[in-house]
């Protein structure tokens, strides 16, 4: 299992602060970032917690998947490599 983690269902009002102390229960954050909207900067309701080692990642998950963090039950598993998608160049502004 690697240490990076993705976060899901997150409430709108989860800062990185937040997020980070939340996960501080679990063991040792290296870093934590909820996903924004680059033209909003509204939370895309995700984001990415790094704990400081496999064993506390895996611990992380156990003890806080399904949890409630700022009033919503949080998703918590392993982070995924991202996809490379074919680009939309369908899309003008």
């Given at each position: 299992m690697a240490s990076k983690l993705f976060v899901g269902s997150l409430a709108w009002t989860t800062t990185d602060d937040s997020l980070k102390d939340f996960f501080a229960g679990a063991g040792t954050v290296v870093s934590a970032t909820v996903i924004k909207d680059r033209e909003t900067n509204r939370s895309k309701g995700f984001g990415f917690v790094e704990m400081s080692s496999d064993e506390e990642a895996k611990a992380a998950v156990e003890q806080l998947d399904g949890?409630?963090?700022?009033?919503?039950?949080?998703?918590?598993?392993?982070?995924?490599?991202?996809?490379?998608?074919?680009?939309?160049?369908?899309?003008?502004?």
């Open positions: 949890k409630e963090l700022d009033g919503r039950a949080i998703v918590v598993n392993e982070a995924r490599p991202r996809e490379e998608r074919p680009r939309d160049n369908s899309r003008r502004y």
